[in-house]
């Protein structure tokens, strides 16, 4: 594996673990619950999160990502998410696609679309903790390291549609508070945060 992709990997893999744990606190009580992101509740992102695995694992596997999105699996939707996890993980550690990948027919870099991924699902791994009355801060480090991409992956033209207005913090705040606002959530566990799009 190139050392470039072996980073976008890594960072992957990172976002994953951190993921899984938020996943932890998913309960059936809990399905129902206001996200972070705006007019989904935990079953919806839930729902979300999944899709956003499978695209992943067919960008390591096929060199392309479909936008349709999947049916949901029925059972336990964070059962299926950590296992969907597994599988995207083993694709991307294992030989990926050589070559650019296709996303709505724009070719990307591999190390560009794992970088993404890494952001989504760290995001809504927090999004998840949230959703289940729980503030799980997002690691320093993988914060930090979001928070120098996230401005290549989120930009005006996104705005208002899939994030909200970025949220001005304090001086000071940490990278993972710094990276939430960035996408329009709000990390105090005492304030609604319920302004992103997805």
Do not use: K, Q
Request: aromatic share 4%; net charge negative.
């Amino acid at each position: 594996m190139p050392p470039a992709l072996a980073g976008g990997v890594a960072l992957l893999e990172r976002a994953v673990g951190y993921t899984l744990g938020c996943l932890r606190l998913v309960t059936d009580e809990s399905m129902g619950n206001a996200t972070p992101c705006r007019d989904w509740d935990l079953r919806a992102l839930l729902a979300h999160l999944d899709d956003a695995l499978i695209a992943l694992a067919e960008a390591a596997n096929l060199g392309r990502v479909g936008l349709d999105p999947v049916a949901p699996v029925p059972g336990d939707p964070a059962a299926a998410v950590r296992a969907r996890a597994g599988e995207l993980l083993g694709a991307w550690m294992g030989e990926p696609a050589a070559g650019p990948v296709s996303v709505a027919g724009a070719p990307m870099t591999a190390v560009v679309v794992a970088g993404a991924g890494a952001l989504e699902i760290a995001v809504h791994g927090w999004d998840v903790a949230r959703a289940c009355g729980h503030d799980r801060p997002l690691p320093p480090a993988l914060a930090a390291e979001m928070l120098e991409l996230s401005a290549l992956f989120v930009t005006a033209a996104d705005r208002p549609e899939r994030f909200a207005a970025p949220i001005a913090v304090p001086a000071g705040a940490s990278a993972g508070d710094r990276l939430l606002a960035f996408l329009g959530r709000r990390a105090c566990s005492h304030s609604p945060g319920l302004v992103s799009r997805d």
